[in-house]
């Protein structure tokens, strides 16, 4: 690569021993010890979560228990994973400029610097502002990172690093992110009698001949022809090279119709303006048939229909959006909400940052009166308040911090009615209130 790139270096606990990046750096960047890398084994575990689904019918929110795994690396295969992740970007950047899709694939992506979901929401909703009369589609496609089909991942590889076949380290990066293989982190934790918050100090978690006897017992391969794990860094990248032909088509078909169309990962967003006389049921049936048929064109790709939403916008309607499936008129769409002309951070983002932030002062309350108190409810307003908003770029922040940058870049909008400073205004005056009850 032209300019050099230190990449972070991160200090948990895995298979192999922490490592610096920079004493790294020229191995990382030779093909052929690449090739010859024996790669460790991921660790997997799952994060459980609780999604909160309003149900109109009973009038209140229903908790839904999800699940979704998580693939971490050893640390010499996260710089291997990132160094070549770049090299694959670098060149999927030059195809998708040649294919006019650049500004379509907007997760993961290294020359779009400085921009981030909400740029990218506003970017979408402003366009719909702007349609005098428009069609909406919004979806995202099951089990996506699962469902990626080897082959055809490899063949859109060598499509965009225009080569007849992968080199040699290529290939070696890509076979150990298709046939994967991984230990459960419960199972480390249940060999070692201890969780991986105490072994967090610990260089690495085995030593080698208890590392070898660990595999023999627990090492789990991926037998399929099809998935890949989500959180490598480089899957990320692999993602938008699969859905490249898939990008190109559906941008062809909806820029013929003037409209917009933006994939973040695997939520994407069409829109199309129409007129009219053009506004039927027959009408909006031949959108969603093309693109099912592109989708249907992509080995493993799905696109659930019955969990997609279409809408119609209609400005002489008090710029409302109409839901055609008669659910709720409101676009949810990379974290916020749009009825048509007010944006909002979505209900459920809310709702969860004050659960948490709820739970957090239920932890503060077990303090009272002991040492520890301020240093715990210290630690409740950085992580929940505005006295842990850091300013961009000095530290990650919190949900504040997200809230105003959302804020702050909406209201660059001259056409959209910005809400979100009213949902986080009062974020302060209810915690506290908590800790007083």
């Known amino acids: 690569m032209n300019k050099k790139v230190i990449f972070k270096n991160k200090r948990y606990t895995h298979l192999d021993i922490k ?6 750096e020229n191995l990382i960047k030779k093909p052929e010890w690449i090739k010859n890398h024996g790669f460790y084994p991921f660790i ?12 109109e019918n009973i009038n209140q929110r229903e ?10 690396s050893s640390h010499i295969d996260r710089y291997i994973y990132q160094y070549y992740g770049q090299l694959v970007n670098r060149e999927y950047n030059k195809i998708s400029i ?29 366009f719909i502002y702007k349609c005098n009369n428009a069609f909406v589609f919004v979806g995202d496609f099951t089990g996506f990172f699962d469902n990626l089909d080897h082959e055809y991942l490899k063949e859109k590889l060598k499509q965009v690093l225009k080569v007849s076949k992968l080199s040699a380290d290529h290939y070696s990066v890509y076979k150990n992110i298709t046939k994967y293989t991984y230990v459960e982190l419960c199972d480390i934790e249940k060999v070692k009698d201890k969780t991986s918050k105490e072994m967090r100090s610990e260089l690495k978690y085995f ?8 595999k023999k017992e627990h090492l789990i391969k991926n037998k399929e022809n099809y998935g890949i794990p989500q959180g490598s860094s480089i899957s990320s990248v692999y993602s938008n090279v699969y859905m490249i032909d898939f990008d190109k088509q559906i941008n062809d078909y909806v820029t013929s119709k003037k409209g917009l169309y933006r994939r973040y990962c695997d939520d994407l967003i069409i829109v199309i303006p129409i007129k009219n006389d053009e506004a039927s049921n027959k009408q909006y049936i031949e959108y969603i048939n093309k693109i099912d048929k592109i989708t249907k064109d992509v080995p493993r790709l799905d696109l659930n229909l019955d969990k997609t939403e279409q809408f119609i916008y ?32 979505r209900e459920k983002s809310l709702f969860k940052y004050y659960c948490r932030a709820y739970k957090k002062v239920e932890t503060v309350k077990r303090y009272k009166g002991k040492v520890s108190e301020n240093a715990v409810k210290k630690k409740l307003y950085q992580l929940y308040t505005h006295l842990g908003d850091y300013k961009y770029g000095k ?43």
């Open 314 to 345: 209609n400005s002489n309607k008090d710029k409302k959006l109409i839901n055609l499936k008669g659910d709720k008129n409101i676009l949810n769409y990379l974290g916020f909400s749009f009825d048509g002309q007010v944006v909002k951070i």
């Open 395 to 437: 530290g990650y922040g919190n949900f504040i911090t997200y809230a105003r940058k959302s804020e702050e870049i909406f209201n660059q909008s001259n056409n959209l009615k910005n809400e979100i400073h009213n949902q986080v205004k009062r974020h302060w005056n209810k915690i506290n209130r908590k800790l007083n009850e």
């Open 98 to 126: 040649e294919k006019g899709i650049n500004k379509v694939a907007t997760a993961y992506r290294d020359n779009l610097q400085g921009k981030c979901n909400i740029h990218f929401a506003k970017e979408a909703l402003e």
């Open 44 to 55: 997997h575990y799952k994060i459980v979560f609780n999604k909160y689904i309003y149900n």
């Open 63 to 72: 908790e839904k228990v999800k699940e979704r795994g998580i693939f971490y």
């Open 207 to 214: 030593n080698t001949e208890e590392f070898r006897k660990f």
């Open 19 to 24: 490592k610096d990046y920079l004493k790294y």
